[in-house]
């Protein structure tokens, strides 16, 4: 079992920078994709951005793709998203997950395990 806990979300104002950690349990972190998405109000779940076991391999959505980025510290048990330049409409409840697989993926059907979410707002 993996459980994972979001912090860092909060008010952030547009143009500026925020950034969410995921702290994990379980000595098998370091060999599990993992992945951040994001929900708002009315939406379904997305993808924001993935990242495979060892860091070698990551992947972005392509709204976020150039602001965001993913990265994770094996030996901490944690992964980052650095949010740079956000948007209003990225406001959301960001979503750590993680899989029992060492690849990343793109689908919320794909991930075995999820933190409760943060709420990140980005006010104009």
């Known amino acids: 079992q993996v459980q994972l806990v979001e912090s860092g979300g909060g008010l952030v104002q547009a143009g500026g920078s925020l950034r969410l950690s995921c702290a994990a349990s379980?000595?098998?972190?370091?060999?599990?994709?993992m992945g951040w998405f994001r929900q708002a109000p009315g939406k379904a779940r997305e993808f924001v951005a993935g990242i495979k076991w060892n860091g070698g391999s990551t992947y972005y959505a392509d709204s976020v793709k150039g602001r965001f980025t993913i990265s994770r510290d094996n030996a901490k048990l944690t992964v980052y998203l650095q949010m740079n330049t956000p948007r209003p409409e990225d406001t959301a409840v960001y979503y750590c997950?993680?899989?029992?697989?060492?690849?990343?993926?793109?689908?919320?059907?794909?991930?075995?395990?999820w933190g409760k979410g943060t709420l990140v707002t980005v006010s104009s």
């Open positions: 379980g000595r098998t972190f370091g060999s599990r994709g």
């Open positions: 997950a993680a899989r029992r697989v060492s690849s990343l993926s793109l689908r919320v059907d794909e991930m075995d395990y």
